[in-house]
Each structure stands twice: as C-alpha cells, then as structure tokens.
C-alpha cells in the first residue's frame, strides 16, 4: 500500500515503474477497444524519457496507467515495489497525491485564484511541499504570481501548471503533450521548465508528444504505435530544450 506518510527512497537499481504485459481494453457497448497491447517497461530514477507517437497510439493510456487516473485491465504495474494494479482506489488516491505531478494540455486553472493561490491549491494538501513562491520561482513567474491566469499568457498559464504539479515534489512527473497548444517559442519556454525541474529536483519526467522534435532533449525516446512499444533508443546527448527547432 502506498504510505500516507513520505514515499520510500528509490530501490537500489534506481527503477520507479516496472510495467508487465500491460493490456488495456475500453468495452463501449458490443465493441472492445483495446488500447494498450501487453506493454513491458521499466522508468528509472531522474530519466527523462519521451513517450512519441501519432495519435491513437496508446501513448495517453499509457500515461494515466502510470499516474493511477487509469487502471489496466491485465498485466502487472509495480511503483517502488509496490503493486498499483489492482490497488484499491484509496491507495490509488494517496498515490497520486503523494507521488506523481501532472501536467496536461489545457493548464486547467482557477481563473479566481492567482498564481500563488492556484499552486497552494496543491502545497495545502501535500507532505512536504515547497512554498507557492519557491515552485513559481522555479519556472521563472518570481515576478508574476500575484496576477490571476486572464493576465497571463498562454505559456506563463502552463509553467503556473508545472509548478502546480512540482510543489509537492513528485517523485514522478507526468507531461501529457505540454505544448500541444502553444506556439513554438512559448513551447520551447514550457520545456525549458520542464528540463529545469528533470534536472535539478531529478524528477522522474516523462512526456508524451506526437512531436519528433522534442526526442532530442529526452534520455530515452519509447516509440508507441497500435498500443504497443514498437521501438526505443536511448540518446548519447540530451540537447537543450533552448535549442530545438521545429
């Protein structure tokens, strides 16, 4: 069971996630739908790892699976040596509340709430938060957490997301196409957070896009086409997230 107290330090081998034979099938009416194919994984301590793949892949399935929004219909799903399939919702609450950040598409502010208020939203519930301040600071809205998200642009709406999502210092961050509806620099500035956060907390980070470009800044891309992992290498260089051109 996950505890409700701190999260346990990572196993020795440095794995978070281990995933076996993940399936998962959507039943709408006398259709089956299956999403996920038996996928096998392991997600490791401070990696940043990209999820790529064209829509209908699998790749958002695979995501909430992990974030515990999502259960699968078989196969096996251990965080830390703890096994989430199968877990009880309860269990599946603390998890997600405890361990994992996340940070979707559309930045799902409270439009009445500032910045600092929208991000302590999440450190009044949390073990051992950062301040508001300190998660703002840490993608660059020092000066921009006392305005309320209709005087924000779109990609300062997203980095106020990000910190949401960090002040409780995940152990896992999970990034569901984060610049999916951003232009390109302000996209560039959202990963640059997200780069940030990779490396200096050494959060686990994993990102899903249909966006080939954005492999380039990953430690491992895991390539996903009809609900299984068809593909993954493994970058020698990460490139700056400053320096990708799409």
């Known amino acids: 069971m996950i505890p409700r107290a701190t999260p ?25 739908v299956v999403a996920l194919h038996g996928v096998d994984l392991e997600l490791n301590a401070g990696e940043l790892v990209c999820l790529l793949g ?10 909430n699976i992990l974030g515990g ?14 096994q989430l399939d199968g877990s009880r919702e309860e269990t599946l609450t603390l998890f997600r509340r405890n361990c ?3 940070v979707f598409q559309f930045y799902n502010l409270i439009p009445s709430l500032t910045a600092r208020e929208n991000v302590a939203l999440i450190t009044g519930i949390s073990l051992d938060p950062m301040t508001s301040e300190e998660a703002l600071e840490m993608v660059g809205l020092g000066a921009r957490m006392d305005h309320f998200p209709s005087q924000l642009s779109g990609g300062e ?29 302000t996209g560039i500035t959202v990963l640059e957070a997200v780069e940030r956060i990779n490396r200096e907390l050494g959060t ?7 966006n080939a470009v954005m492999s ?4 491992r891309v895991l390539y996903l086409s009809d609900g299984k992992i068809v593909n993954s290498h493994r970058n020698e260089t990460r490139l700056p997230a400053s320096q990708l051109k799409w």
Do not use: N
């Not at 346990?8 to 089956?32: M, N, Q, S």
């Not at 380039?216 to 430690?219: I, K, S, V, Y």
């Open 8 to 32: 346990p330090p990572p196993t020795a081998t440095g794995v978070v996630f281990e995933a076996r034979k993940l399936r998962k099938v959507y039943h709408t009416g006398e259709l089956d």
């Open 157 to 185: 709406q997203q980095r106020v997301a990000i910190a949401r999502a960090i002040a409780k210092r995940p152990e896992v961050l999970l990034c569901d196409e984060p610049t999916g509806a951003l232009d390109v620099t």
């Open 100 to 102: 994992v950040g996340f």
């Open 204 to 210: 686990l980070t994993v990102v899903i896009t249909h």
């Open 69 to 82: 929004l999502d259960v699968p219909t078989s196969g096996e799903l251990i965080y830390k040596g703890w």
């Open 54 to 63: 064209a829509s209908g892949s699998g790749k958002s399935t695979l995501l």
């Open 216 to 219: 380039e800044m990953a430690d």
